[in-house]
């Protein structure tokens, strides 16, 4: 948060008439280079060490479905991103979500697509800087899915039974459905008689649809998906509940890239538009509406569980 501090001149009739004898514009000169002077020291402190421009911007994405499926979802976009901004943008798919944030630390991707959690991970290094966020993210829920054939109507029904999240560094597949199982006094190590993080989404619909596991909670957004290309029925699987709606994903840049690449990059973003057909097919594989800018202000609550659950510093 921003400080204001308020210098208050002494009256004196000796300041007063040596001000006069300088006339307005000296005096102003006098009262603004003080400040100036401090704000330049600031600048020169905390301004990033380097302006890095890469002749390939490298796009590291979570690995929250099978690769297949992730190139086919983001290769488009990044054809766009390439033809907009001049440069290639070349997919990188991490092993899981923490390869993905030990290689944005490593300056091994330049442009992350994060899910609340790992930007949050990211930010407080100091390494992140956020782009854009789809219009959906700013109402982001998780399904509770079960088989259509078990008996329990709701989630307290399945005590003693065994839960799949996704990966534990995953928003929509761990953080907040803990955080929604904890407000309904479920704390799942103690009620559920065992826990799977199945690493992925479309991996924990698989688990519950195959009878592997009970009850697995997914991103709703990736199970409609999977509803809409086949990979699974909807009389495979069955809703018992859902969580409320938060902030999730965002698309954020490393600190360090050049100012004027990273504004090119959003303006980029939110230039897609669904009334335009190319547009809208890139928008409809990324389940969005179109971007919006993503402030800092959006993730205020979602640190604030994450904290609470001990999953962020």
Do not use: C
């Not at 479905?65 to 992730?70: A, G, I, V």
């Not at 959003?266 to 897609?272: D, I, M, P």
């Amino acid at each position: 948060m921003e400080s204001k501090d308020r210098t208050r001149l002494g009256r004196t009739d000796g300041l007063t008439s040596s001000f006069r004898r300088l006339g307005e514009p000296a005096l102003l000169m006098l009262l603004v280079l003080p400040a100036l002077a401090a704000l330049l020291f600031v600048a020169i402190l905390f301004w990033p060490a380097s302006k890095e421009t890469p002749d390939v911007l490298r796009v590291g994405v979570l690995p929250d479905q099978s690769p297949e499926m992730l190139e086919q979802r983001f290769l488009p976009l990044l054809d766009y991103l390439g033809a907009e901004i001049g440069m290639p943008f070349q997919l990188v798919v991490p092993g899981d979500y923490a390869a993905l944030l030990d290689m944005f630390q490593r300056h091994e991707i330049d442009i992350a697509y994060f899910g609340g959690l790992t930007y949050l991970k990211a930010h407080d290094t100091g390494n992140a800087r956020a782009l854009v966020m789809r219009d959906v993210d700013t109402r982001f829920r998780s399904s509770f899915l079960a088989r259509p054939d078990r008996p329990e109507t709701t989630i307290t029904d399945f005590r003693g039974k065994t839960l799949a999240f996704g990966s534990r560094l995953s928003t929509s597949g761990h953080l907040m459905p803990r955080h929604f199982l904890r407000q309904r006094n479920i704390e799942p190590e103690s009620w559920f008689a065992s826990i799977v993080y199945s690493g992925a989404h479309d991996e924990t619909a698989m688990l519950v649809r195959d009878g592997k596991v009970d009850l697995g909670v997914v991103n709703t957004e990736i199970l409609e998906s999977m509803f809409r290309d086949g990979r699974l029925r909807r009389d495979e699987v069955r809703v018992v509940d859902q969580t409320p709606p938060y902030t999730d994903y965002v698309w954020a840049m490393r600190v360090g890239i050049d100012a004027g690449l990273h504004d090119r990059v959003v303006f980029a973003f939110l230039k897609l538009s669904p009334a335009e057909a190319e547009d809208a097919a890139i928008l409809t594989n990324l389940g969005a509406g179109g971007f919006l800018p993503a402030p800092e202000s959006e993730f205020g609550s979602l640190r604030k569980i994450a904290m609470s659950l001990g999953l962020l510093g």
